[in-house]
């Protein structure tokens, strides 16, 4: 088929009929983009919820939100099917710098990339050979301003909408179904394609086949410079922004072609952001209560009405709105009584920041940077393997709020879904709906704290400083530091600062924590050292009562994780000294410590067959201790070889760790002496 006769419009409604081409609104675009891909269920702090595939792919893609994105979703659903979010406006409030506007722009990307496939593509259509038309100058082609579909052309063909949808069922034989499908997403033409429409109509004496040869078929573009498709309008100061930013303007060059001064093409909608967005796309409006009042206005009637609106003349659009406000301009706002309308008209979801420490791994990725950085006389800069947890753990902390029912370790460990001993998630949830009857958004849970921004500003003070840069190495202790330059120069609230600086203390006590299992890895000259130790704890428990345990204690099992026959020669004196360095005393505290373990084991190894106890702080330091002490007579002793290297068989020792940091831990000759240097200090000890 020639290009010439695949841009008419009999070609695009007979491609839409047999399903090649799509005619469809913005939200059932959308939601056909995140419907579309695969959906996972996930428990998030202790209630089961969904997770969309699609928002999880790339390089750098969303982390956490699950509460958010969901909210999002049904938004969009309901708006496709009709609902009442078809009139309203999707408005992300939250603190700075926990990824609302990254929320935003990735959804727009994947959007234009949705968008981009041949099947999903948006159409437009221009009129061509207007110099035919005496009242257009030197203008020989125009661009619907609002990129309306071919479709909507189609549906506004004659001059009644009836007289359309019988001319589409009998020359067109378009199904009765689809042509109610389409029904649906009716609407009148913009105010100049139907002023144009109809010049070209009286030019040609009503004759439908003269009058689509002024017509021709384009793909809407999908340049991001462009704004079409999806467009940002972040707000300006009160002085130069205006409507026209918006809506567009009359425009003087056209004037100088146009003679019917009646004509609504004279207006430029383009100079507006909407426009752009008009045919189907997702306009992103940045800090929406930051504009003065009047553009705030302006904004009701669009989302309202849906349609941009010059001086009585009407061009209805298409978009999906979405837009992003922080809490204290959002609660500014707020106070004006007057200003309630267009809180009515939002979708407000309040974001809070990631409280999963095990997920702010990879956010802590993001702010450190992949690429590998290099000193300040370029050569290259080492990361310390405990560098992100340092970060992770310290930044998650502040965002934790205080609660009698769970210490900020514990809240910590189950917001990550992990064991904390005797409290459940349920616990959690519990604190969690407490906290969200607040009224003070600020109070709930995770709306206050450190953000991804805060966490960036921290490593940059990190690798200006002249000690990482002369140790070329990033080491994982000094974040401590540099979070703290970050409290005290940036949160201005000094009950938040005193509590976020009582919260980087527990943080260092986390990280001491983990210094002791990767000394103990070291020391055993092997990095899963402690995992193995751990593992072989519970197993032990598992087997003191199996049927088939001999006299020499020795109990074969499979091993659940590998599907191997293992035998495990039981040691009941190892089990009773992890259970002494746990504080378990009694018989009856020891059985039912061993009764949770089991449970816990039961539960989590039909999920995720690769748990190995990790998590559990309380018993990988029983069993690290114990270890250090039968081996060299505890960690004192072990520090104290370490921090005295006078003789040859203490430098041995030390020498030995050192390659095992190097050669098999990820550790380089600045942190590993750093690591050990800060193991054989007494501070940050619980």
Request: aromatic residues 8%.
């Amino acid at each position: 088929m020639t290009d010439q006769k695949k841009n008419t419009l009999n070609h695009h409604i007979s491609s839409v009929k047999k399903g090649e081409r799509v005619f469809e609104n913005a939200f059932q675009s959308v939601s056909r983009m995140v419907l579309g891909g695969d959906i996972d269920k996930v428990v998030v702090n202790g209630k089961s919820t969904f997770d969309f595939r699609v928002f999880r792919e790339g390089k750098k893609h969303i982390v956490g939100m699950y509460d958010e994105i969901n909210s999002f979703v049904s938004f969009v659903k309901d708006a496709s099917q009709g609902g009442s979010s078809k009139e309203m406006a999707f408005v992300l409030v939250g603190e700075p710098g926990n990824g609302k506007t990254f929320l935003v722009e990735y959804l727009c990307s994947m959007y234009r990339d949705f968008l981009s496939i041949a099947q999903n593509r948006k159409y437009t259509f221009r009129f061509v050979g207007l110099d035919k038309l005496a009242s257009y100058g030197n203008i020989k082609t125009i661009e619907s301003q609002t990129y309306e579909d071919p479709i909507v052309l189609a549906m506004n063909l004659h001059e009644t909408k009836d007289d359309s949808f019988n001319f589409l069922e009998r020359k067109h034989r378009v199904a009765t179904e689809t042509l109610e499908i389409w029904r649906e997403n009716y609407r009148p033409l913009g105010a100049c394609s139907a002023y144009i429409w109809n010049n070209i109509r009286e030019h040609c004496d009503g004759k439908l086949d003269d009058m689509l040869e002024f017509i021709e078929i384009i793909p809407v573009p999908l340049v991001e410079s462009l704004g079409t498709v999806t467009g940002k309008y972040p707000a300006k100061d009160k002085i130069t922004s205006s409507a026209v930013d918006l809506l567009g303007e009359e425009s003087i060059q056209r004037l100088l072609h146009i003679t019917d001064t009646n004509n609504p093409y004279r207006f430029d909608l383009r100079r507006g952001a909407l426009a752009r967005v008009a045919g189907g796309g997702i306009h992103f409006s940045d800090e929406i209560f930051k504009n003065k009042r009047d553009l705030v206005q302006v904004y009701l009637g669009i989302i309202q009405n849906r349609s941009i609106e010059i001086d009585g003349y009407k061009w209805p659009i298409d978009s999906l709105i979405i837009a992003t406000s922080n809490n204290s301009e959002f609660n500014r706002f707020l106070e004006e009584k007057e200003e309630a309308p267009i809180i009515d008209r939002c979708r407000i979801c309040y974001v809070s920041h990631n409280t999963n420490y095990v997920l702010q791994r990879d956010l802590t990725a993001y702010a450190i940077g992949n690429e590998s950085k290099t000193t300040l006389t370029g050569d290259v800069m080492h990361q310390d393997p405990n560098l992100n947890y340092a970060a992770s753990v310290g930044t998650v902390l502040t965002r934790l709020p205080r609660s009698e029912k769970l210490t900020p370790i514990e809240t910590m460990k189950l917001a990550a879904g992990e064991v904390a001993g005797e409290k459940s998630l349920k616990t959690l949830s519990e604190v969690i709906d407490t906290l969200s009857q607040e009224h003070d958004i600020t109070k709930r849970f995770g709306q206050k704290g450190l953000g991804q921004r805060n966490l960036g500003r921290s490593i940059q003070l990190m690798l200006e400083s002249s000690e990482t840069n002369e140790g070329k190495c990033m080491f994982g202790y000094d974040v401590f530091h540099a979070l703290e330059r970050i409290i005290l120069d940036y949160v201005s609230e000094a009950k938040d600062r005193a509590k976020f600086l009582d919260d980087l203390k527990i943080a260092k006590g986390l990280y001491r924590e983990r210094i002791m299992t990767e000394m103990f890895n070291a020391y055993m000259d092997e990095p899963l050292a402690i995992r193995k130790d751990v593992m072989n704890y519970v197993n032990m428990i598992i087997g003191i009562d199996a049927e088939n345990l001999g006299g020499d204690k020795m109990w074969k099992y499979k091993n659940p994780q590998t599907g191997e026959l293992q035998a495990l020669k039981i040691d009941e004196r190892h089990i009773n000294s992890v259970e002494d360095c746990l504080g378990l005393k009694t018989i009856e505290q020891k059985d039912s410590f061993r009764t949770s373990i089991r449970k816990i084991y039961g539960q989590k190894i039909s999920v995720t067959p690769g748990y190995d106890f990790m998590d559990n702080l309380e018993l990988v330091k029983a069993v690290t201790d114990v270890r250090l002490k039968s081996d060299i007579a505890g960690s004192g002793s072990l520090i104290g070889a370490l921090a005295n290297r006078t003789n040859e068989e203490n430098q041995k020792l030390y020498d030995r760790m050192i390659q095992t940091m190097l050669g098999k831990l990820g550790y380089c000759t600045t942190c590993a002496q750093k690591t050990i240097e800060y193991f054989c200090t007494q501070v940050d000890e619980n």
